[in-house]
């Protein structure tokens, strides 16, 4: 692998993608469904809790998944279990938003 992209082979990058896969979710599902409202509307409507727990789950499975297998391909095992970490912590997030 060039040493160029090896200091991205860290278990904190890994985390960080994974906790910022549901933001991409939720951008690309706006982009497929909801392109006729207004983002910032679409955000402030998202950011109910009773909406919003659904997103990050969709997000956090499709993108976090996504970023999993990629990681696993290019053998960057290391970002692969910060994924799964982040999306430990998105799964907690849910529950605790569900409860709200």
């Known amino acids: 692998m060039n040493s160029r992209w090896q200091k991205f082979d860290t278990f904190w990058f890994g985390t960080i993608c994974g906790l910022l896969g549901p933001?991409?979710?939720m951008f690309i599902f706006y982009l497929l469904k909801f392109t006729s409202m207004p983002f910032p509307e679409f955000v402030a409507s998202a950011l109910k809790p009773n909406v919003l727990s659904p997103l990050i789950s969709v997000g956090a499975f499709l993108v976090?998944?996504?970023l999993f297998f990629l990681?696993?391909?290019?053998?960057?095992?290391?970002p692969a279990r910060g994924v799964?970490?982040?999306?430990?912590?998105?799964?907690i997030i849910v529950l605790v938003l569900q409860q709200l």
């Open 23 to 25: 933001i991409l979710g």
């Open 64 to 66: 976090n998944l996504g």
């Open 71 to 78: 990681f696993l391909n290019i053998n960057w095992n290391l």
């Open 84 to 91: 799964i970490f982040a999306t430990f912590i998105l799964a």
